[in-house]
């Protein structure tokens, strides 16, 4: 690294086996930049903007659990992360802070390579930021979000602010729709035996979406398959967010191809 090197980083606590660090030095690497990316704990979101102009960092990708708490400190927010209420990207220009959120542009992304989102009915399951960052985006492509929730109380709050049908999780067996995606933690490691909804009610959606990417195929996935319905990992979701940051940060097209590739490769060597 010299005076030149443009910095990044990702901020979060735990940062655990965050893929990230992979994925966009790969990119960088590819790109032919002179770039850094490194995962910095930080325990007070406060530390953040202290942190980024301290290391002279260009851009972030803040994670759990920090991307409502890191608002306040920013000078301008983009309209979807507004809407939304997360953010996972900060990108520092002349001293000045600006939040974005790729998480509903990644999702979009994924769910487009197999669907087409316009008119169609997409159930999706939770109501916490990831949540949002999906229905958000799927009203952003014109398409029908019905939320599902455990609890009732969050999961109908959401579906008033984004007018929006509300089911609870025990009447999923009566809905069907074009798409169901699963937005809670629910069979990440290591509770990978676990599915949020029952196998027996997935023959009623299309194609089934798990933004979990960690195990690649997880439980719920594996359901689907055998139900014979389209499934889409959640590989595909975390690299189009990843790759939306670097299009923010510094206005060039990222290798997703290979950075698709590396996080692969790392996943299957940690399952097998
Ligand atoms: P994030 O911001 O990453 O989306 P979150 O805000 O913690 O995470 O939201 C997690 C979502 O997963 C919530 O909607 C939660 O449901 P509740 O509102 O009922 O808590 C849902 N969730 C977590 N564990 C779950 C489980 N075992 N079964 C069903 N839903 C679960």
Not at 27 to 34: I, K, P, S, V
Not at 208 to 235: Q, W
Request: net charge negative.
């Amino acid at each position: 690294m010299n005076r030149n090197t443009m910095r990044f980083a990702l901020f979060g606590n735990p940062l655990g086996h965050s893929l990230s660090p992979l994925m966009h030095g790969a990119a960088f690497r590819e790109m032919g930049l002179d770039a850094s990316y490194r995962a910095i704990r930080v325990e007070n979101v406060r530390e953040i903007p202290a942190e980024m102009e301290r290391l002279d960092i260009t851009g972030a990708s803040i994670t759990i659990p920090h991307k409502t708490g890191i608002m306040p400190y920013l000078d301008t927010i983009s309209v979807s992360a507004e809407r939304i209420g997360a953010i996972n990207t900060v990108t520092r220009e002349n001293d000045r802070l600006r939040g974005d959120n790729t998480d509903w542009a990644g999702l979009i992304h994924a769910l487009k390579e197999k669907i087409d989102i316009a008119g169609k009915r997409v159930v999706v399951l939770g109501a916490g930021g990831a949540a949002r960052a999906a229905v958000y985006g799927i009203l952003h492509e014109r398409g029908i979000p019905v939320i599902v929730n455990r609890t009732v109380d969050t999961g109908q709050q959401l579906a008033r602010e984004f007018e929006c049908d509300f089911v609870p999780l025990k009447g999923i067996g009566t809905i069907s729709a074009d798409c169901l995606i699963n937005t809670t933690p629910v069979g990440m490691f290591p509770d990978m035996e676990s599915s949020p909804v029952p196998r027996e009610v997935l023959p009623h959606f299309d194609c089934v979406m798990d933004i979990v990417y960690n195990p690649l195929e997880t439980r719920f996935l594996k359901d689907a398959a055998a139900a014979g319905c389209g499934v889409i990992s959640g590989i595909a979701m975390f690299v189009h967010q990843g790759a939306e940051q670097i299009r923010i940060w510094i206005d060039l097209e990222p290798p997703t191809e290979l950075m698709e590739q590396v996080v692969l490769e790392k996943l299957r060597n940690e399952t097998n």
